[in-house]
């Protein structure tokens, strides 16, 4: 003969039931929420690029490198870049480097062209630029950036690298993301 | 007693209960799907490119630009037609678009505004073209940078994409991806691909003076050039014959020292045989000498035509040119100041100073070739050190004064702003011009040092057409009553306690750059400034909504 519940056992039965299907949608919206608040560092969301504009050179002869980024979400807008680069220091001299304001950027507050060893990765010197833009989020730029232009003359004949640190703490990438 | 549901009444509720709950996760779920299948569009096997893909442009130059597939693939695939609808920056103009052969069989292209439409296709019957991995052209779009394009970034956008693949029988699969759009970029100045300067850089004259016009390609092979140059022929004649280098040997144009000294121009249009080697590395250009013919204390330019001139390299490429003019003085006259294109905008002049005595700045703001409509300078200083020793005068050609504080004023507050813009009469300043002039007097007691620094975060510069000049400053170093010249020194305080003010900006960025070694400017508490301090700093600066 079939035993039927009473009101106690089924509101208790109602309640786990809510927890277990509400617990799921609960976590889901909390963790939204945290996602919903800008994040500033933009981590995983650029991509640097380089365009030289000769990969065939002699010794003595210059190569210029374009540095510009790639945010990989058309919502993000970026406020401020700090990168480095890398060169072969035994086949490349760094000439200089020159950031590109354009209308993006208003300010350079750092750049270092000296040309200093890069003690994480022996063998490599490199140059440093930060970039930012001090306006309002909707003024701020998203897409593919322009950083800026680095010329190297070619100190022997032979393959070098130009490259960014294999350690990506080096670089920073902050703004406004949904 | 309480009345008690049976098992149908249960399972009833329970499966009335379950499809309340699960209803929104269904329809977030199905939400989702509906967007993926939005996105996805084509299989995602056939590339669509530009090329170039990468291209830093100058005002006035046309590009001819080459769109093309390639396939991603591993198989086989064959195309019947392709299309391509693009969003183009109204930093161009669009000149012309068409489909290339063999896609120009049943070609169609539109021009709608910035919208480019092409729809490139085999004629009916001929043989699909397999796909390879190196890219097959189907139109080709040519454009040109507006006069009046500002310097950054001029995207172009596909808005959609199809690539038609031949032989599925029933079926006309598009395998297209949703393109790879370029990146172009207008140049501003200082970041051309070729930079011709003078050597040296100034001169005097009487007496004749010897010059060097040098071409820096930056690593690029130079094939041919055209270079114009103008002149005041009231103040200053060719004094003999232009003598281009031999490195481009074929001389296609030069101006005689008579022509040019009757119309005040001179044009030299050199290329390279097929015998020479292309220079890439920096060359003189070609060598001539001036003579003064006015009478009289005088300045004036020898300047570059940039309208007029075009350099090509090797590859075919037309490469933006940078310019530096040669500043002449005539009979004794005082050159102005011209810090290299591309440095910094907003400085003092000089940039150092010992007081006592009481002695005079200048603000100098270096437009480049910008006319300069509109300036707002701001400046700070210890006003228990220094003071203005008189009301700050301004240059007469940018003749409003919207805003100058007193002397009084600023040095109560330790800090003066200056606004002054062009009236309609006045003639705009370009190059490097003086904004401003002040006296500075020494206040401190003792040997000391100190610092007289621009707000950059509060400063902005506007040329004739509304662009905004980027911003670099350099900051006066004083030494006062026989001390050295002043190094950074820490703040006392904490300018931080006010995130959202422009002295905790100068302070994020004298502890980013190393100056500082303290941590006021550690926004996030991190045990580091870096860039997430700056973003913080910003947000405060310009709260989102505003």
Not at chain 1, 93 to 112: F, M, Q, Y
Not at chain 2, 290 to 316: C, H, P, R, W, Y
Not at chain 2, 440 to 454: E, I, K, L, P, R
């Amino acid at each position: 003969m079939q035993q039927p519940i009473t009101k106690k056992q089924l509101y208790s039965l109602l309640l786990i039931l809510g927890i277990v299907l509400f617990l799921p949608i609960i976590i889901f919206f909390l963790g939204k929420r945290q996602d919903i608040r800008p994040r500033a560092l933009l981590a995983g969301q650029a991509n640097f690029l380089l365009d030289a504009d000769t990969t065939n050179v002699q010794a003595g002869q210059n190569i210029n490198v374009l540095v510009s980024m790639a945010l990989t979400d058309a919502s993000v807008k970026v406020s401020g870049v700090d990168f480095t680069l890398l060169y072969d220091s035994s086949r490349l001299k760094l000439n200089n480097v020159s950031a590109n304001l354009g209308s993006i950027w208003t300010e350079t507050p750092l750049v270092d062209a000296e040309g200093k060893d890069y003690s994480q990765e022996p063998g490599f010197k490199f140059a440093r630029v930060a970039l930012v833009a001090n306006k309002n989020t909707g003024s701020l730029t998203g897409g593919t950036v322009s950083l800026a232009n680095i010329s190297f003359q070619a100190l022997t004949n032979g393959d070098a690298t130009i490259k960014f640190p294999d350690d990506n703490s080096q670089m920073q990438v902050v703004g406004i993301a949904p | 007693m309480g009345k008690s549901l049976t098992r149908k009444q249960r399972w009833t509720l329970l499966a009335i209960i379950g499809v309340v709950l699960l209803l929104p996760l269904a329809i977030y779920l199905a939400l989702n799907n509906s967007e993926l299948r939005k996105l996805a569009q084509g299989s995602n096997e056939v590339g669509i490119k530009f090329s170039p893909a990468q291209a830093s442009l100058s005002a006035g130059q046309t590009l001819d630009a080459t769109v093309s597939m390639y396939k991603i693939s591993s198989r086989t695939i064959a195309v019947s037609g392709t299309q391509s609808v693009l969003e183009v920056s109204d930093k161009f103009t669009i000149n012309s678009a068409a489909c290339q052969a063999p896609f120009d069989g049943v070609p169609f292209s539109k021009i709608n505004g910035q919208q480019v439409t092409i729809i490139c296709a085999i004629l009916p019957g001929a043989a699909p073209v397999t796909l390879a991995t190196a890219a097959i052209p189907f139109a080709k779009i040519n454009l040109t940078v507006k006069s009046t394009a500002v310097a950054g970034t001029a995207p172009i956008t596909y808005t959609s994409t199809r690539v038609t693949e031949a032989g599925v029988s029933g079926q006309a699969p598009d395998v297209s991806t949703a393109g790879d759009p370029p990146s172009f970029e207008i140049a501003a100045i200082g970041t051309e691909d070729v930079y011709l300067n003078f050597s040296p850089s100034q001169i005097s004259l009487p007496p004749d003076s010897p010059l060097t016009l040098k071409v820096d390609p930056k690593g690029k092979a130079i094939a041919f050039a055209r270079v114009v140059l103008t002149f005041d022929k009231s103040k200053v004649n060719l004094a003999g014959e232009i003598t281009p280098t031999n490195q481009l040997s074929t001389v296609v144009e030069k101006t005689t020292m008579a022509n040019a000294n009757a119309n005040g121009q001179a044009v030299i249009v050199i290329a390279a045989s097929p015998t020479d080697t292309q220079p890439s590395s920096p060359f003189d250009f070609a060598t001539f000498s001036l003579k003064a013919v006015a009478s009289g204390q005088a300045t004036t330019n020898l300047d570059f035509l940039s309208a007029d001139m075009q350099i090509v390299e090797g590859s075919g490429s037309v490469l933006t040119v940078g310019t530096d003019p040669l500043a002449i003085s005539l009979n004794g006259g005082t050159l102005p100041t011209v810090p290299p294109i591309g440095d910094q905008t907003v400085f003092f002049e000089p940039s150092t100073g010992s007081l006592p005595p009481d002695a005079s700045f200048k603000i100098m703001v270096n437009g480049g070739s910008q006319n300069i409509a509109f300036g707002r300078v701001v400046f700070t200083f210890d006003q228990s050190k220094v003071n203005l020793a008189s009301e700050i005068t301004t240059n007469p050609n940018l003749s409003t004064v919207v805003e100058k504080t007193t002397m009084a004023n600023a040095n109560s507050q330790g800090k003066a702003t200056i606004v002054i813009a062009a009236s309609p009469t006045d003639s705009q300043p370009s190059g490097a011009f003086e904004f401003a002039n002040l006296v500075f007097s020494s206040v401190a007691s003792g040997q000391d040092s100190t610092n007289v620094s621009f707000l950059t975060s509060d400063m902005q510069f506007v040329d004739g057409t509304g662009a905004a000049l980027p911003l670099s400053a350099g900051s006066l170093s004083l030494g006062l009553n026989g001390g050295s010249v002043a190094t950074p020194t820490q703040p006392a305080g904490n300018p931080c306690t006010d995130i959202a003010s422009d002295t905790c900006y100068e302070q994020w960025k004298a502890e980013f750059g190393g100056i500082y070694n303290t941590l006021y400017a550690d926004l996030d508490d991190s045990g580091q400034v870096d860039m997430v301090d700056y973003e913080v700093w910003r947000r405060a600066k310009f709260p989102i909504g505003i």
